[in-house]
């Protein structure tokens, strides 16, 4: 049935109703019917006839039953949730409009003045650029102003596009669209026009009609395809607008020309030229954040966790660059929803699958390759994503000065899927997991395996125009195997360690009004630890089984932020976050005397705890207070107060964080870690925000950091906390960061001076260090450059390099020596007191983008670049021998020469 509403229009304002004496009642029962099937049942029992276009419909059935009554009651019901309004005319002739509400006197037309008599209908149209489109369902009660919301994606492959500026004609009003590509704006009531401003994308203009809140998606074409450049945020004005300071947002399509070890494009890499994030060390799993611990930084994703984000001891990142989206680095002011850890979120988003054709990308480089596809499984609705890489070659070892890493071998791989469904305009799911594994075998008789497993569920629903929600489900796992077999010994093993954490999250976004937006809600998480199990490895092995008993924990959380815009100028964002920690059975209470050091003499008690019995609880507030001060649109000053909790450790007493550190929870004698942070920055744009400036400081005290007694043995110990020592810290920094957006010139210059140090201190010589006075941490880095420039010759060839230095790390060196019994001993400096060589290296590449013609199957992208290009010898240890009795240094370094290769990647 297509009744179309031609002539219609002309005389509609002359008719009037029929008396309601004589108007008609229906009978009528529906068993799951469409709106036009409901239609046409009403024509065949009654003599009304319905005019109206059936594309106006939705699928959506009904189950009706009614017995007298007025046709309005049944057009009421199926037209309730959609924008169908409808006219009943003198003849049972009832009139269907799509929005517009069609009155009996004088009508108002777009313009909102009154002026004719006639109703005004505006043709629905899909073109974008010439006709207006209706916006929600007209009705007697009008208000000044309404929302609308909706995504914006990009026309070619149908994904949500973050970052999008949607602006309204008056450019006063105007909104960013967020990850998900979703966006909301108000505008007044009646005739808009609004349009869409996005950095390589051709801007949309579009006319609007608002009649009421409602929905609009839009769908952008991107322009000519050129080289891109190394922009980290695509919105340029969101380093002045966004509220809260010590956010770094990095695409993943923005970093393929900088020049990364072996070719590998990587996004954590990339994080780190950034000035408050810090390699942990060339050839070391880890990065330290504004004078942070390893283990104080949480990676996530999407939404789950994984303890590992590296490969090949750290000299490439776990996380597929083609499947990537965007990272988000929070390292300042951490938002409520985030919990669990002191210096850091690294929430990494992967991208979500093209529904509408069949993409991919590939690369081929030295020592690894790697492919993506996208996969449409049901048209603009669900598709999958599937991505792989692995390594292929070990021969690069052979470069590396040091014998035994000559002799070794390393291969890894990782692959991820991600599926999404779109169910309806309210409801989206997807599915993410994630596998990596990796084996190295650095002597000739030990091979290392660990990996990531890593499985979440995401449910988002849209509950109206204000509320949304999403409910993850996530599992990560986390295991690593050491399988020695003993050599010309009777000592083989075979060495098994596995942390599992269950996170059920619930998120809800409530859009209050233009001055508050609220989020809230709950986390679980279930940890599972297996601290360790050896057992003999071969026939004639001498090693006895053991197994140290299993941690489990429950770490719950309430949330509560609302970011509040108290006008264009001051912003604030307020957040509390609720902690409760239940360390769990089964477990074995180990029960010391009070006021002297723990260790086998003063244990008093062991008290055994059944599975699941809650055997000690912590219970902690943390807060997050962020507000930024805008003196105008390209100067704005931020400042913030950051209280955390962090309930797991990480145990590694070496100078380099390492595949093989364990995780254990804090239970009766090892105390929840305490974190605090005040951060002051000013940032600055120039030039139509073509330059940015940012300088920030920040202060970070620190409760129950780990540390540890000398010569502590961390891995298989029953009793851990009998050597390690919880002390203060305190780290403090400036961090200046200037950035060229665009141009043939493009990159950043990023500097940081920062201190990290710790205070062990005791009334008990054994848990003293350096007399108990504050002392650098193993990873105190006083002076951090970076610096990333690309330069474009032409839109297709480009010159990008990469300069990094670094202050040394601290080490303790010995001072003397003495012989007791013809034995020699070494004396040692105070802790931390000296430190090896300063770091720096130099990377050039060069990025040739194939051709730009718009019909070709594939289009391609070479990277011949060069690491380490001045072939620094850059220490990776320092270590000490007496050699005929004098003490001799010798250092390792990773990779002491010019390491070229060349990638070749395609796109289609």
């Known amino acids: 049935m297509k009744r179309k509403l031609l002539l219609i229009c002309i005389s509609l304002f002359f008719y009037t109703s029929y008396s309601q004496e004589n108007e008609e009642k229906i009978t009528l029962k529906a068993v799951n019917l469409t709106q036009i099937e409901v239609l046409q049942l009403i024509e065949e029992n009654s003599n009304y006839q319905f005019y109206f276009l059936e594309e106006w419909f939705s699928k959506k059935t009904f189950s009706i039953?009614?017995?007298?009554?007025?046709?309005?009651?049944?057009?009421?019901?199926?037209?309730?949730?959609?924008?169908?309004?409808?006219?009943?005319?003198?003849?049972?002739?009832?009139?269907?409009?799509?929005?517009?509400?069609?009155?009996?006197?004088?009508?108002?037309?777009?313009?909102?003045?009154?002026?004719?008599?006639?109703?005004?209908?505006?043709?629905?149209?899909?073109?974008?650029?010439?006709?207006?489109?209706?916006?929600?369902?007209?009705?007697?009660?009008?208000?000044?102003?309404?929302?609308?919301?909706?995504?914006?994606?990009?026309?070619?492959?149908?994904?949500?596009?973050?970052?999008?500026?949607?602006?309204?004609?008056?450019?006063?009003?105007?909104?960013?669209?967020?990850?998900?590509?979703?966006?909301?704006?108000?505008?007044?009531?009646?005739?808009?026009?609004?349009?869409?401003?996005?950095?390589?994308?051709?801007?949309?203009?579009?006319?609007?009609?608002?009649?009421?809140?409602?929905?609009?998606?839009?769908?952008?074409?991107?322009?000519?395809?050129q080289l891109d450049e190394v922009v980290i945020n695509a919105n340029k004005t969101q380093n002045i607008r966004q509220t809260i300071a010590g956010i770094s947002s990095i695409k993943a399509k923005d970093i393929k020309t900088i020049p990364t070890i072996l070719g590998e494009r990587d996004i954590l890499k990339v994080a780190i030229?950034?000035?408050?994030?810090?390699?942990?060390?060339?050839?070391?799993?880890?990065?330290?954040?504004?004078?942070?611990?390893?283990?104080?930084?949480?990676?996530?994703?999407?939404?789950?966790?994984?303890?590992?984000?590296?490969?090949?001891?750290?000299?490439?990142?776990?996380?597929?660059?083609?499947?990537?989206?965007?990272?988000?680095?929070?390292?300042?002011?951490?938002?409520?929803?985030?919990?669990?850890?002191?210096?850091?979120?690294?929430?990494?988003?992967?991208?979500?699958?093209?529904?509408?054709?069949?993409?991919?990308?590939?690369?081929?480089?030295?020592?690894?390759?790697?492919?993506?596809?996208?996969?449409?499984?049901?048209?603009?609705?669900?598709g999958l994503i599937l991505g792989g890489r692995s390594t292929y070659s070990g021969w690069i070892l052979d470069l590396v000065d040091n014998n035994d890493i000559q002799n070794s071998s390393v291969s890894f791989f990782d692959v991820i899927g991600k599926y999404?469904?779109?169910?309806?305009?309210?409801?989206?799911?997807?599915?993410?997991?994630?596998?990596?594994?990796?084996?190295?075998?650095?002597?000739?008789?030990?091979?290392?395996?660990?990996?990531?497993?890593?499985?979440?569920?995401?449910?988002?629903?849209?509950?109206?125009?204000?509320?949304?929600?999403?409910?993850?489900?996530?599992?990560?796992?986390?295991?690593?195997n050491i399988d020695y077999e003993g050599g010309d010994t009777n000592k083989g093993f075979n060495l098994k360690y596995r942390i599992n954490e269950t996170d059920l999250k619930f998120l809800m976004k409530y859009n209050y009004s233009t001055t508050h937006k609220f989020k809230y809600g709950l986390e679980s998480k279930l940890y599972n630890i297996n601290p360790g199990s050896i057992i003999p490895n071969g026939e004639n092995s001498e090693i006895t089984p053991l197994n140290i008993p299993q941690e489990k924990a429950l770490e719950n959380s309430l949330f509560v932020l609302d970011e509040i815009k108290v006008n264009k100028k001051l912003n604030f964002n307020l957040g509390l976050r609720l902690n409760q920690f239940l360390a769990l059975g089964p477990s074995s209470e180990r029960i010391y005397e009070n006021g002297v050091p723990k260790n086998e003499s003063t244990l008093l008690n062991t008290v055994n705890h059944d599975n699941n019995a809650i055997y000690k609880t912590y219970h902690n507030l943390s807060y997050r207070i962020s507000g930024r001060y805008s003196f105008d649109d390209s100067f704005s000053v931020k400042a913030g107060y950051n209280k955390s909790f962090q309930y797991i450790h990480r145990l590694n007493n070496n100078t380099t964080a390492t595949p093989i550190d364990t995780w254990r929870l804090s239970d009766v004698n090892i105390k929840p870690q305490e974190g605090s942070q005040l951060s002051l920055g000013f940032f600055k744009n120039l030039e139509e925000d073509n330059y940015e400036f940012s300088l920030e400081g920040y202060f970070k005290e620190y409760n129950n950091l780990l540390d540890y007694k000398i010569g502590a043995n961390l891995l298989l110990n029953e009793n851990i906390e009998t050597e390690i020592i919880q002390g203060k810290g305190k780290s403090y920094g400036v961090e200046f960061l200037f950035r060229k957006n665009s141009g043939r010139l493009n990159g950043w210059l990023g500097y940081s001076y920062s201190r990290s140090l710790i205070q062990l201190d005791s009334e008990f010589?054994?848990?003293?260090?350096?007399?108990?006075?504050?002392?650098?941490?193993?990873?105190?880095?006083?002076?951090?450059?970076?610096?990333?420039?690309?330069?474009?010759?032409?839109?297709?060839?480009?010159?990008?390099?990469?300069?990094?230095?670094?202050?040394?790390?601290?080490?303790?060196?010995?001072?003397?020596?003495?012989?007791?019994?013809?034995?020699?001993?070494?004396?040692?400096?105070?802790?931390?007191?000296?430190?090896?060589?300063?770091?720096?290296?130099?990377?050039?590449?060069?990025n040739i983008e194939g051709n730009h013609k718009i019909k070709k199957f594939a289009h391609s992208f070479w990277n011949i670049s060069i690491y380490n290009v001045l072939g620094r010898n850059n220490p990776y240890s320092v270590f000490f021998e007496s050699v005929n009795g004098n003490v001799q240094s010798y250092q390792n370094s990773i990779f002491s020469v010019p390491i070229p290769t060349i990638t070749y990647n395609f796109k289609f």
């Open 420 to 480: 999404k469904h779109k169910i309806n305009e309210n409801n989206n799911i997807k599915i993410t997991g994630y596998h990596s594994r990796d084996q190295y075998q650095i002597a000739s008789d030990t091979i290392n395996e660990y990996g990531n497993t890593l499985v979440t569920l995401n449910w988002n629903h849209k509950f109206n125009s204000k509320n949304t929600g999403d409910l993850t489900l996530s599992n990560s796992n986390y295991t690593f």
């Open 273 to 382: 030229t950034l000035p408050s994030i810090k390699s942990a060390g060339e050839g070391s799993e880890g990065v330290n954040v504004r004078g942070g611990k390893v283990d104080q930084n949480l990676f996530l994703l999407d939404n789950g966790v994984i303890y590992n984000p590296t490969h090949f001891l750290g000299l490439f990142s776990a996380i597929n660059p083609f499947t990537t989206k965007d990272l988000k680095a929070y390292t300042g002011n951490i938002p409520a929803e985030y919990g669990g850890r002191l210096s850091s979120v690294f929430d990494i988003k992967t991208n979500d699958p093209n529904t509408k054709k069949l993409s991919g990308e590939a690369s081929i480089g030295p020592v690894t390759g790697n492919i993506n596809l996208d996969i449409p499984i049901i048209n603009n609705t669900s």
């Open 65 to 225: 039953s009614y017995e007298d009554v007025k046709i309005e009651k049944i057009l009421d019901e199926i037209f309730e949730s959609s924008t169908i309004n409808y006219f009943i005319m003198e003849g049972s002739k009832i009139i269907l409009t799509k929005g517009n509400l069609i009155k009996r006197s004088i009508y108002e037309n777009i313009d909102r003045n009154i002026q004719t008599d006639a109703p005004i209908f505006v043709n629905s149209s899909s073109d974008f650029k010439n006709e207006y489109i209706k916006i929600g369902k007209e009705t007697d009660s009008k208000k000044d102003r309404y929302t609308i919301s909706g995504t914006v994606t990009n026309d070619k492959t149908g994904k949500p596009i973050e970052g999008v500026t949607v602006i309204s004609s008056n450019k006063n009003n105007y909104t960013t669209t967020d990850k998900n590509g979703k966006f909301q704006l108000t505008l007044p009531y009646g005739k808009n026009e609004i349009e869409t401003i996005f950095s390589g994308f051709e801007g949309e203009f579009q006319k609007l009609i608002i009649y009421n809140n409602g929905t609009l998606n839009l769908s952008i074409s991107e322009s000519s395809e």
């Open 765 to 846: 010589d054994e848990e003293r260090v350096n007399n108990g006075v504050f002392f650098p941490t193993n990873y105190d880095i006083p002076h951090d450059l970076n610096a990333v420039l690309n330069y474009k010759f032409t839109k297709r060839y480009s010159l990008s390099v990469n300069f990094t230095y670094q202050t040394g790390k601290p080490i303790t060196y010995p001072t003397g020596k003495y012989i007791i019994d013809d034995i020699e001993f070494l004396t040692y400096s105070n802790r931390n007191q000296f430190r090896i060589p300063d770091y720096y290296r130099m990377d050039v590449g060069i």
